[in-house]
């Protein structure tokens, strides 16, 4: 066991300070990563508000991990010291459910362990995240990273890049199929870039005319403005698929109403209630209201592969872990373009 530098909350809404996290000794079956860069989600400030509930602390975010292998243990192959890997959500699920057999880890029926905030069946307590130097995880939840895009940019492809590509893939969108994103931030930034790579006709859906420059910059053919009452008018029915990645409560009818007969939206942003549905929206055309969260490891897999092929990461802004109080406060505040990732040096070397 070894005790690494980190960043944690000690409470509810508190700002991260320094702290030590315990990491256990490598194992047969485990990988440890030094750890490069560390996105910033926004689950993570959820988590350190204790937002959602079930809290832990102390709290140590991170789950957009990319680092270097240090060591392995006796029964790992296919990873050596040095090779470019990350590391996603999940650290851990049975193995064996159903979900797991599928590869849908995300889904497991008897509680997938989450990077930070799970159950650390190794120590006793919680899992501490990637706010800190490095990180030991069984080898079934190593990606191995592309190492011809910009690493850096590629740390929030473990989140905001699966939790976009899944839904993507599930629901088979194709090229030529009319896809709507509807908002435009840390999520809906990577799924206009997807959508665009592969083949789709893409709609950026946002309530900001300003942000229609950045859409079409993004790889959107067309900005539809959501207020606007004539343009969604002219929408109306013709969508194949809907991506909403709003993070907040809101009212879904309108977005309905643009979708085709038989077509879909999937809700990957809100994690709290919505505004009351109008079952008639639903019913009037066969149409589905649906959820997505990440993807399996084998998915993810394939999903850093497509960036690699394609050249996709995500738009951030670096800061220094001494900065995250005010990178957390910016992130609420909407004020990033579009995600922010910790240059985990600035641990190391403070």
């Known amino acids: 066991m070894s005790q690494v530098k980190a960043y944690a909350a000690q409470e509810p809404a508190a700002n991260l300070e320094p702290f030590e996290v315990k990491r256990r000794e490598v194992k047969e079956d485990d990988i440890q990563i030094d750890i490069e860069y560390c996105g910033v989600c926004h689950s993570d400030i959820h988590t350190v508000n204790n937002d959602w509930g079930g809290s832990q602390y102390p709290v140590v975010p991170g789950h957009e991990i990319i680092g270097r292998v240090m060591q392995v243990g006796k029964n790992v192959s296919g990873f050596k010291?040095?090779?470019?890997?990350?590391?996603?959500?999940?650290?851990?699920?049975?193995?064996?459910?159903?979900?797991?057999?599928?590869?849908?880890?995300?889904?497991?029926?008897?509680?997938?362990?989450?990077?930070?905030?799970?159950?650390?069946?190794?120590?006793?307590?919680?899992?501490?995240?990637?706010?800190s130097e490095n990180i030991i995880v069984d080898k079934k939840f190593v990606l191995r990273m592309p190492e011809n895009i910009d690493v850096k940019a590629a740390a929030p492809l473990l989140c905001a890049g699966i939790t976009t590509w899944s839904p993507l893939q599930h629901w088979n969108v194709k090229k030529g199929d009319k896809v709507g994103v509807i908002g435009l931030g840390g999520l809906g930034h990577m799924g206009v870039k997807f959508a665009h790579a592969l083949g789709a006709h893409v709609v950026m859906i946002t309530t900001s005319p300003e942000k229609s420059k950045d859409g079409k910059e993004l790889g959107a053919d067309e900005v539809l403005i959501s207020k606007d009452s004539e343009q969604m008018a002219e929408h109306r029915g013709s969508f194949d698929f809907l991506l909403n990645t709003v993070p907040v409560g809101h009212d879904v009818n309108p977005y309905l109403g643009l979708l085709k007969r038989d077509a879909t939206m999937v809700m990957v942003g809100a994690v709290e209630p919505l505004e009351p549905m109008h079952g008639g929206a639903l019913i009037v055309g066969r149409k589905s209201i649906a959820g997505s969260i990440i993807g399996g490891i084998k998915e993810t897999q394939e999903m850093l592969d497509f960036c690699g092929e394609h050249n996709i990461v995500s738009d951030v802004e670096m800061i220094d872990i001494q900065n995250i109080n005010e990178a957390y406060e910016r992130v609420v505040s909407s004020d990033v373009k579009y995600r922010f990732v910790i240059d985990m040096k600035s641990l190391k070397e403070k």
Do not use: A, I, P, R
């Open 81 to 131: 010291e040095g090779d470019l890997v990350g590391v996603g959500c999940m650290v851990d699920s049975c193995q064996h459910c159903d979900s797991c057999k599928e590869g849908l880890e995300q889904y497991c029926e008897n509680g997938v362990v989450m990077t930070y905030n799970g159950k650390d069946e190794h120590l006793g307590g919680h899992t501490f995240g990637g706010y």
